[in-house]
T-cell receptor
């Protein structure tokens, strides 16, 4: 099984609707990163959450870290076509300076 | 800053050929990472460098893979000989600080490798 599970694997949302993507770890999270990837492009850094129940927002995207549940959620409010892409979470699961990435969530925004 | 630069963006080669992927990190970044992304395995770390020195290459799949960083502004990932199962997107990323410092990694656009 994957050490960082993302759900759902894919999501189709009507423009203007809200959505949530989850990232669940099998191990203690030493920080959690969210990246976005568009097809044929590299990963764009969105946000980084430190251990401790942190919450951050950037424009219409909010990310939270629940250390008890070993889970992070990414919430998009009033989705737009520009939000379409693949969202990846990454974490240092072993405290060994290496990021393990989740399986990814493919987000499609329809009119 | 131009960001992390990778070349080529696309590479198509025949099985058995040598392939060299190139990366120029962001100036001033002491950490450089090579990742591979496939549908089956997702995004995996292959190797990373600190101040041009390889720190962890445990993710390098086989001896056919090798990586070098001769100076702070250039790194290569070489596959020799290449095989069809090496087909993937290879990303280079750089960072100012180690992962433990909770500092983001900046990714290049990737090299899409197809081995026929």
């Amino acid at each position: 099984s994957q050490e960082l599970e993302q759900s759902p694997q894919s999501l189709i949302v009507q423009e203007g609707k809200n959505l949530t993507i989850n990232c669940t770890s099998s191990k203690t999270l030493y920080g959690l990163y969210w990246y976005k990837q568009k097809y044929g492009e590299g990963l764009i850094f969105l946000m980084m959450l430190q251990k401790g129940g942190e919450e951050k927002s950037h424009e219409k995207i909010t990310a939270k870290l629940d250390e008890k549940k070993q889970q992070s959620s990414l919430h998009i409010t009033a989705s737009q076509p520009s939000h379409a892409g693949i969202y990846l979470c990454g974490a240092d699961l072993y405290g060994n300076e290496k990021l393990t990435f989740g399986t990814g969530t493919r987000l499609t925004i329809i009119p | 800053d131009a960001g992390v630069i990778q070349s080529p963006r696309h590479e198509v080669t025949e099985m058995g050929q040598e392939v060299t992927l190139r990366c120029k990190p962001i100036s001033g970044h002491d950490y450089l990472f090579w990742y591979r992304q496939t549908m089956m395995r997702g995004l995996e770390l292959l190797i990373y460098f600190n101040n041009n020195v390889p720190i962890d290459d445990s993710g390098m799949p086989e001896d056919r893979f090798s990586a070098k960083m001769p100076n702070a502004s250039f790194s290569t990932l070489k596959i020799q000989p290449s095989e069809p199962r090496d087909s993937a997107v290879y990303f280079c990323a750089s960072s100012l600080a180690p992962v433990g410092a909770l500092y983001e990694q900046y990714f290049g656009p990737g090299t899409r490798l197809t081995v026929t």
